[in-house]
């Protein structure tokens, strides 16, 4: 069973919420094992970086349970979880499709029966397979609902200026200066801003980057509606956004931008190079920034949108990666040189200070917000 999966599920209570909540992981195991015997063999694996996404209490429950033994922890989960599935025929508990491993695991479409995934409502948690070998149907997936994929944002929601971290106002107009390309432009269309959406196109790079949600900012079609900037799908309408920062993605050495991503109040995301559960996956990249890529890590670093005592804020983990991240300090005229984080330590991120992931890959965030949650300006 892959441990993120199952805690960072919005298909599991309490349903819609982001977590990840390890309550949800005892909720599936107690419904496996009522449906196939209390004795029966479930291996636990969780990808690393799920330590820091998890609150306080639950990091700690599961160092617990890694240390006695109920869950093995792996810089990535999937690669250990179909390496044991393979040797002993077991079968697998998990949201992806795995289809970035089959060259290496060719077995996976050949046995489509030992590959599961979960809904939970009133009667409980149900186990559907999860549909390997069909993901060419569009959208087949393993949903239910049948509801149709197309939404747009709904009524407008305003924006009005907000204080941010540092004491800067930003008025509504400013918010979104940082935010706007030649697809997208989030003052025309503050309703597709505000929503979730998720992309359900089973090969999409998207929708196989993060778990039932679309990682990166929609694209607005002719008739205005939210499609996925990667396949050009509609997309499902998943509810609206809570306060949203922005992260910005650029080649160090040039400046260019990679990717725009939206970070969530009270939400994590990871970055790295190759398959990553509830994260961006810059090695989709790297047929362009190839070079400055190279040395991002599978899982290189951990960023969080947190409201504590300060303040709105985000920290920053690096989560053992082989070439390391740099923080480049903001001492108001200039960016001071970089020094290296630490190893699986939080590290609070200041206005205007920046990342770099492996010297080539440079993360900012900048004093954006967009926040549904603010009347409209009269």
């Known amino acids: ?3 993120a999966n199952v805690c960072h599920s919005e298909e599991l209570y309490p349903i819609g919420e982001k977590g990840p909540f390890l309550a ?3 909720a599936v195991v107690d419904a496996w094992r009522a449906r196939h015997g209390a004795d029966v063999r479930v291996e636990l694996v969780a990808d690393k970086a799920l330590l820091h ?3 306080a209490t639950d990091r700690r429950d599961l ?3 890694v240390t006695d033994g109920e869950v093995t922890l ?4 999937d690669t250990l979880v179909l390496e044991r599935a ?3 025929g077991l079968h697998v508990l998990s949201g992806d499709f795995f289809l970035d491993f089959r060259r290496r695991h060719p077995w996976i479409p050949a046995h489509p029966e030992r590959f599961h995934h979960w809904h939970q409502d009133a009667r409980g948690v149900r186990f559907v397979l999860r549909g390997i070998g069909a993901e060419r149907e569009r959208g087949r997936g393993d949903f239910e609902d049948g509801a149709g994929a197309g939404h747009r944002g709904g009524e407008a929601t305003g924006f009005r200026g907000r204080e941010v971290a540092g004491g800067d106002e930003v008025t509504a107009g400013a918010e979104f200066v940082g935010l706007r390309d030649e697809h997208f432009d989030p003052g025309e269309h503050p309703g597709i801003a505000n929503t979730r959406w998720r992309c359900e196109e089973p090969l999409c790079v ?3 980057m993060w778990t039932g949600r679309l990682p990166v900012w929609p694209r607005v079609d002719a008739r205005a509606g939210a499609v996925c900037p990667e396949c050009a799908s509609p997309l499902r309408a998943l509810g609206p956004r809570r306060p949203t920062r922005q992260v910005e993605l650029a080649d160090h050495a040039t400046g260019e931008p990679i990717e725009r991503l939206p970070l969530e109040l009270g939400s994590n995301l990871v970055l790295g190079r190759g398959r990553i559960a509830n994260g961006y996956d810059l090695g989709s990249r790297q047929d362009r920034f190839g070079e400055a890529v190279r040395y991002v890590s599978r899982q290189h670093v951990l960023l969080r949108f947190a409201e504590g005592r300060a303040g709105e804020h985000v920290l920053a983990v690096d989560l053992g990666s082989s070439n390391g991240t740099e923080i480049e300090r903001w001492n108001g005229s200039t960016h001071e040189p970089g020094r290296p984080l630490d190893a699986d330590t939080e590290e609070l991120l200041a206005p205007h200070d920046r990342l770099v992931l492996g010297g080539g890959v440079r993360v900012e ?3 954006h917000h967009l926040d549904p949650t603010n009347e409209p300006p009269r």
């Open 24 to 26: 949800r992981l005892d």
């Open 63 to 65: 160092r617990r349970r």
């Open 53 to 55: 996404a998890l609150d």
């Open 1 to 3: 069973m892959d441990v």
């Open 74 to 77: 792996r810089p990535v989960a």
């Open 86 to 88: 393979e040797a002993d």
């Open 365 to 367: 965030l900048p004093q």
């Open 206 to 208: 998207y929708a196989r």
